[in-house]
């Protein structure tokens, strides 16, 4: 295992531990802040920590043991490096994690430095995050009119109840409370979804629950 620690030209820092496969990364490696490619760095760092063993020559290739030439120990065979060790995903995969990150309310710049690390290049993470949130933003907006439209009729619950009882010349204060309770509820999700209609951005947690 060979620490990798690796200083982009923009200055950003960022290090992760790797088997070598034959001398190399075996996979792309981006910088978590500008997308630059630091694969070539990477197997610089390699190379100056595992230097190339030396030829064996004719005289050592093999073993004389008693007059008995041994053969030279097998080379063994590489060890391939599963890229989901050091976190990484599929593209596919990757995308739905990006589209719960923004559903939850993750700032862009997080979502697209995940991106990144996951082998997308900064144009194609910037795009991708920016049609999710505007498409969060969207829903966001949709469920507030819903809200609005809920807490609407429950507002006219108290309204409603108030004529009725009149109109037998009795008022429940019990019943009348329990309307002014729901009317009181309706008034609160009113002003929730007149929130989430005018301010969207500040609506946290996942969308699809609101």
Same mark, same amino acid.
């Given at each position: 295992?060979?620490?990798v620690?690796?200083?982009?030209?923009?200055?950003?820092?960022?290090a992760?531990?790797v088997?070598?496969?034959?001398?190399?990364?075996?996979?792309?490696?981006a910088?978590p802040?500008?997308?630059?490619?630091?694969?070539?760095? @990477?197997?610089e760092?390699? #190379?100056r920590?595992? /230097?190339?063993?030396?030829? $064996?020559? &004719?005289?050592?290739?093999?073993? +004389?043991?008693s007059?008995? @030439?041994?053969?030279?120990? #097998?080379?063994?065979? /590489?060890?391939?490096?599963? $890229?989901? &060790?050091?976190?990484l995903v599929? +593209?596919?995969?990757?995308?739905?994690?990006a589209?719960?990150?923004?559903s939850?309310g993750?700032?862009?710049?997080d979502?697209?430095?995940?991106l990144?690390l996951?082998?997308?290049?900064?144009?194609?993470a910037t795009a991708f995050v920016?049609?999710?949130?505007?498409?969060?933003?969207?829903?966001v907006r949709?469920?507030?009119?819903?809200?609005?439209?809920?807490?609407?009729?429950?507002?006219?619950?108290?309204?409603?109840a108030y004529?009725?009882f009149a109109?037998?010349?009795?008022?429940?204060?019990?019943l009348?409370g329990?309307?002014?309770a729901?009317?009181?509820?309706?008034?609160?999700l009113?002003?929730?979804?007149?929130?989430?209609?005018?301010?969207?951005?500040?609506?946290?947690?996942?969308?699809?629950?609101?």
């Amino acid at each position: 295992m060979v620490a990798v620690k690796i200083e982009c030209g923009c200055g950003q820092h960022y290090a992760f531990d790797v088997e070598p496969v034959n001398g190399q990364i075996g996979f792309p490696v981006a910088c978590p802040t500008c997308g630059a490619d630091g694969t070539s760095v @990477a197997n610089e760092i390699i #190379a100056r920590s595992h /230097p190339p063993a030396p030829a $064996p020559s &004719a005289a050592t290739g093999s073993l +004389r043991i008693s007059g008995i @030439a041994a053969p030279a120990p #097998a080379t063994p065979p /590489p060890i391939m490096v599963d $890229p989901k &060790a050091l976190g990484l995903v599929d +593209r596919a995969t990757a995308e739905n994690e990006a589209r719960a990150k923004i559903s939850w309310g993750d700032a862009q710049e997080d979502v697209i430095k995940f991106l990144m690390l996951n082998g997308f290049t900064v144009p194609e993470a910037t795009a991708f995050v920016q049609n999710l949130y505007l498409e969060r933003l969207a829903t966001v907006r949709s469920n507030g009119i819903s809200k609005m439209l809920q807490g609407g009729g429950l507002m006219l619950v108290p309204v409603i109840a108030y004529f009725i009882f009149a109109h037998f010349g009795v008022i429940p204060i019990k019943l009348m409370g329990i309307a002014i309770a729901v009317g009181l509820f309706g008034a609160w999700l009113f002003l929730k979804g007149l929130l989430m209609l005018l301010a969207p951005k500040m609506e946290s947690g996942d969308v699809a629950d609101n």
